[in-house]
C-alpha cells in the first residue's frame, strides 16, 4: 500500500516490478559467484595461512624454553624435537583443549608450550607460556597476538615486561602489583595498563591452574603433521 | 548527458591531485590516520585499497547497465566486501607478518568512503576503460597522500625510513608521532600545506 502510495506521489522514479527477490537478482546471482570465488580463495590458502600461524609459534618456542633462564645456552637447532599437540581440560561437564607444544632437546624432555588465551583490555590476548619439565616454573612468555591500546596497554609484548614471568614458580597464582619491587610470585602492572596487565597474569594463572598435573606425555595428544 | 562526463584521461589525473581522496575529498581518514606509522604499513595499505578499487570499479562498471537505482549500494558493498576478503586471505598467507601489524584496518577497507564513492560517482555511470583509468588515478593519489604522511611519521617518530635508519643516532624519537596523536598533527599540518601552496599557485595564476 505504501508503495503503491508514494509512487502516485511521484517520490519514487518508477513503479518497481516483481516481487522483491526477482528486483534482486543481480544481488542474489553476484552472491553466489562471490561466494564460490571467496570458497576457492578459502580452499587454496587456508592451508599456507594456518601454516604461518603454526610457524610463528614454532619459532619463538626455542626462546621460550631456554631464552629468560639461566641454564645456559640452548642446544643447538637440529637436536631440538618439537611435537605440536593438544591437552584436553575437564572442568565439569566442559571440556577444553590447550594447544601445546612438547619440546625435547637431546632425546630428552625439554619443556612444554602451552597455547592460551582470554579477554584483555580491547580484545583477545593469545599468549605463549614456556613451562618446565615439571611444569612447576615459568621459562617464559611471549604475546602472539592482542589489539590492546598503543602506547599502553600494548607494553604487554614488550619483552623487558614479560622478562618478569621467568623464572616464576607455578605453585600459586601469581598476583599483579602497582609498582612494586620485583619479588617471587609477584609481576608488576605497567602504568597505565592495570587492567591489561591483570588480563595476561590471570591467562597464565588459569592456563597453568586449569592444565596442573596435565602437562605429560602420556595425556598430550600429538598432532598429525601434514607433511 | 554522457558528453558532460570525464574522459579517462582526464579521470586518472584528477584522482592524483586535483580531487586528491585524502587531501581534496578528505575521504578514507581511518586508515590515512591509523597505519602511516611506518611507511611500509602504509604502502601495503595503499596497495591494498588500490588492487580493490580496481577490482569493484571494473566490475561495477561490467554491470552498470543492470543496476537497479535502490540496490545499487547493496551490489557495490558485496562486489567490495569480496575482494578486500580476496586481499586480507592474500596478505595472510603471503605476508604474513604485515598481516599482523595492519590487524583490523584490512577488513575495514570494506567501509572505506573512497570505493564506494568511486562507483558511484564513475563506476556506475561510465565505460570499463574509464573506470580503471579513474580506480589507478586515486589509487595513486591515496598512495601519494599515505607516503608523505608516513614519511614525516616515520623519520620524526622512530628515526628510520621504511625500516633504514635515516636520522643519526642521537635523534630523540618523538614517541607521540607513531601515536594517534602525531597522525592527527600530521595530517592537520600537511593540509595545510597543500591549501597554502594551492593558495599561492592561485593568486599567481589570478596576476598573470
Known sequence: ?227 | MMANLPTPMERFVQGILPENPVYRQFLGLCPTLAVTNGLKQAMTMALAVGVVLLCANTIVSLIRNLLKPHLRIVVFTLTIATFVTVVDRVLAAYMYQMSKTLGPYIPLIIVNCIIICRCEVCASRQSVGTAAADAIGQSIGFGLALASIATVREILGTGTLAGFQVMPDSWPAWVVMVLPPGAFMTFGLLVALVNWIDSIRRKSERRG
Request: charged fraction near 15%.
Open chain 1, 1 to 227: 500500500m505504501t508503495q503503491a502510495q508514494t509512487s502516485e506521489n511521484g517520490k519514487m522514479p518508477a513503479p518497481r516490478k516483481g516481487g522483491h527477490l526477482f528486483q534482486a537478482w543481480l544481488v542474489l546471482l553476484l552472491a553466489v559467484i562471490f561466494g564460490a570465488c571467496l570458497s576457492a580463495v578459502h580452499v587454496s590458502l587456508s592451508g599456507r595461512i594456518s601454516d604461518n600461524k603454526l610457524n610463528e609459534s614454532l619459532e619463538k618456542i626455542p626462546e621460550l624454553i631456554w631464552g629468560g633462564m639461566k641454564q645456559g645456552a640452548p642446544p643447538d637447532q637440529a637436536s631440538i624435537d618439537i611435537a605440536p599437540g593438544r591437552i584436553a581440560v575437564t572442568s565439569g561437564q566442559r571440556t577444553t583443549y590447550y594447544p601445546v607444544f612438547r619440546v625435547n632437546a637431546e632425546g630428552a624432555l625439554a619443556g612444554w608450550v602451552l597455547k592460551a588465551a582470554g579477554q584483555g583490555y580491547a580484545g583477545k590476548v593469545e599468549l605463549l607460556l614456556g613451562l618446565n619439565p615439571a611444569g612447576d616454573k615459568i621459562t617464559g612468555l611471549f604475546v602472539l597476538g592482542q589489539s590492546e591500546t598503543p602506547g599502553l596497554g600494548n607494553k604487554i609484548s614488550s619483552p623487558e615486561w614479560l622478562a618478569q614471568f621467568a623464572g616464576q614458580r607455578t605453585a600459586a597464582p601469581l598476583k599483579v602489583v602497582k609498582g612494586g619491587e620485583p619479588a617471587p610470585g609477584v609481576i608488576d602492572a605497567i602504568t597505565g595498563a592495570t587492567i591489561s596487565s591483570r588480563s595476561v597474569t590471570g591467562i597464565v594463572n588459569r592456563a597453568i591452574g586449569e592444565t596442573r598435573g596435565l602437562l605429560t606425555p602420556e595425556q598430550m595428544k600429538l598432532t598429525e603433521r601434514s607433511q
